[in-house]
């Protein structure tokens, strides 16, 4: 059984950062794509940073030159670091991996808020 499990999320006043961090247990052979996506209260969820297992990046317009995603392969680790927060940006934050064998994992979300 393959459980994601996030960490870093919290408060945070504008212009401020956080980190995420999102970790894979159990069996998980090979990762091709980790990402991160995020769900505002009567939004869809969209899409923020997918890497690959090359670190070919992709953002969404709305973070671009905010947010960076990197990864650790030894780690099966995805982060997140997000400058320059705004108030827009507060949701549940939800990372994502898909397998070499197209498995799609999600993280049980992690809130950030960002409010003075």
């Known amino acids: 059984q393959v459980q994601l499990v996030e960490s870093g999320g919290g408060l945070v006043q504008p212009g401020g950062s956080l980190r995420l961090s999102c970790s894979a247990s159990?069996?998980?052979?090979?990762?091709?794509?980790m990402g991160w996506y995020r769900q505002a209260p009567g939004k869809q969820r969209e899409l923020i940073a997918i890497i690959t297992t090359g670190s070919t990046t992709t953002y969404g317009d709305s973070v671009k030159g905010r947010f960076t995603i990197s990864r650790d392969n030894a780690k099966n680790t995805v982060y997140l670091q997000m400058n320059s927060l705004k108030p827009e940006d507060t949701a549940v934050y939800y990372c994502n991996f898909v397998s070499t064998w197209d498995h799609v994992y999600w993280g049980q979300g992690t809130q950030v808020t960002v409010s003075s």
């Open positions: 159990g069996n998980i052979f090979s990762i091709k794509f």
